[in-house]
């Protein structure tokens, strides 16, 4: 079979959601010819492996200025400027020629952005992996959110989102989301078949670290330009981490990802707290770390972080937004919590409770490898294939 698969960025290992999309590819390109045509705002990626298991791969430089002024366009109108912003005229144009010049059997959207350009193929069956609700994300930002102009910014994203969503099942075949509480939100009670939940996991055995680690060292992990990322860090620092401190005065929080914001970086006046930037490989701090801690507050989806700080043997702490969509018990691979002041008292009684610890740890690490293994996924990805163009 031949797929065209269109991403809103590189699909490499080191990307955060490009991780799910390049293990997709190199399962599906096992049994089908793949083509990528993908945009990036700075193209820098190493395509070699990629390209090791791809028919072709294209990719079209998103230019910022010319996404600002199609957002500034569209400030006022009900199209959501996620797809303003991922407006490109050379990557239609690229479109409009594989359109005319290839055969696809099936056209694979990775994000919502990505639907103007899917759509082109008129009559090629198509899926499109949303991967979360953007307008959900958006609505829980405006409980944290204190700018008020970037609040009515995210109120009326909230509200262009739902509308645009809404529909996207109207024009695909099969329409994936990270959780099963996301797919009922879409359906909002209609009787669709094609919406559902996609199959998500990780190259286990890469986070295969040795049980070694640093006492008392918590790690977070993730784009750090993603504002439920910022807004996490930022909560942990100034709200849980000083209660930890009373206890474990030398308690080190190491803050993994790249682009760190000016406000994260401002964290490191902090001593406690260390600030990385991007790191070339992610298993080597989860190894050094003793605790994973996800503090979330806004959160869509599925967070990849957690099933890799599981698959790596580090026992996880987080808030119940911060875990939706992963199959966990509390307090059997897992532990959940809220508030300051459990998520501070949990983490303590992690760092100090030896057996708790290692009951933690254990369960996660054999959660991660029953369940959420990306060498398992390929049955599930044929069937949706299937689903599609049947």
Known sequence: MKILLLSPYVPVKSTGGGTVVYHYIKTLAQANSIDVLCLSSKY???????????????????????????????????????????????????????????????????????????????????????????????????????????????????????????????????????????????????????????????????????????????????????????????????????????????????????????????LTKNKNIIVTGFVPDMSEYLRQSALFVCPLRVGTGVRMKILEAMAAGRPVISTTIGYKGIDVTNMENIVIADTPDDFARMTIRLLMDTNLYKKIAEGGKALVREKYDINRISTDLNQIIQRAVS
């Open 44 to 266: 820098s990626e190493d395509l070699n492996e990629l390209k090791s298991f791809c028919n072709n791969i294209e990719v079209v430089r998103l230019n910022k200025i010319s996404s600002v002024i199609n957002c500034l366009r569209n400030l006022f109108t009900n199209t959501p400027l996620r797809l303003s912003y991922a407006n490109s005229k050379e990557m239609t144009q690229l479109v409009e020629k594989l359109y005319l010049s290839q055969r696809y059997d099936l056209i694979w959207a990775n994000n919502e952005r990505m639907t103007p350009y899917a759509l082109l193929f008129n009559k090629t069956p198509k899926i499109i992996d949303l991967q979360d609700l953007v307008s959900l994300r958006h609505k829980q930002l405006l409980n944290v959110e204190k700018n008020p102009i970037k609040w009515l910014i995210n109120f009326l994203e909230s509200y262009r989102m739902k509308k645009f969503e809404i529909n996207i099942p109207n024009h695909f075949d099969v329409v994936l989301l990270g959780n099963s509480c996301e797919v009922n939100l879409l359906k909002e009670n209609r009787k669709i078949e094609n919406i559902m939940v996609a199959p998500r996991g990780i190259d286990v055995e890469s986070f295969n670290v040795p049980n070694t680690y640093t006492l008392n060292t918590l790690i977070f992990t993730g784009a750090m330009n993603y504002m439920p990322n910022e807004d996490a860090c930022l909560f942990f620092s100034k709200e849980i981490l000083p209660i930890i401190t009373k206890s474990v005065p030398d308690i080190k929080f190491y803050i993994v990802g790249n682009r760190p914001p000016k406000s994260i970086l401002n």
